[in-house]
């Protein structure tokens, strides 16, 4: 059995999307997933599956969140050590970032094309920085995320890849629930 951490973007913002994590854990279960735990009304789930295969694991989580409740919500699934290997090379983890609500992943679906990383530039907003690294963009918002321009769709628009955010404490107490 390999642990797994979905993300699922977009649920539980505002009006829209609305899906109950106790639902979402017999949602999980109903497909065969096992030790499932959500973490705050974000989407993050974390389950253990004999399944290998993280894509097959996305679309089947996907098309049955379609199927019960007729939203198309982008889900990425992270193996736990992939998890812990993106959270121990947060590039910002220094004395100068040593404010974690300053900082923040955003999960990408996959490396995005070389082609489209040199092309890529963004709108700089104030003192904000980001650093790609593989399948992960570092944030560091001194001002907060509310106020970047660094955001989830400039990314996906500018990259062509689905993208989901998470602040830097989700993504430890997803690494403590992993652990």
């Given at each position: 059995m390999t642990t797994y951490i979905s993300l699922l973007r977009g649920i539980?913002?505002?009006?829209?999307?609305?899906?109950?994590?106790?639902?979402?854990?017999?949602?999980?279960e109903s497909l065969g997933l096992t030790n499932v735990q959500t973490y705050v009304q974000s989407g993050n789930v974390v389950f253990t599956s004999e399944e290998t295969d993280r894509a097959r694991l996305e679309e089947t989580i996907k098309a049955k969140i379609e199927e019960v409740y007729g939203y198309n919500v982008p889900v990425l699934v992270l193996a736990a050590d992939e998890l812990r290997r993106i959270a121990q090379a947060n590039p910002f983890l220094t004395e100068r970032n040593a404010d974690p609500a300053h900082l923040h992943v955003t999960f990408l679906a996959h490396p995005p094309d070389d082609e489209r990383v040199r092309g890529f530039v963004p709108p700089m907003s104030g003192e904000d920085e980001f650093i790609l690294v593989g399948s992960a963009i570092y944030l560091f918002c001194p001002n907060g995320y509310g106020r970047t321009k660094l955001t989830n769709n400039l990314f996906e628009n500018k990259l062509k890849v689905a993208a989901t955010t998470r602040n830097w404490r989700t993504v430890g107490t997803l690494v403590e629930m992993v652990a």
């Open positions: 539980n913002l505002g009006a829209h999307y609305k899906i109950k994590m106790p639902d979402l854990t017999v949602l999980y």
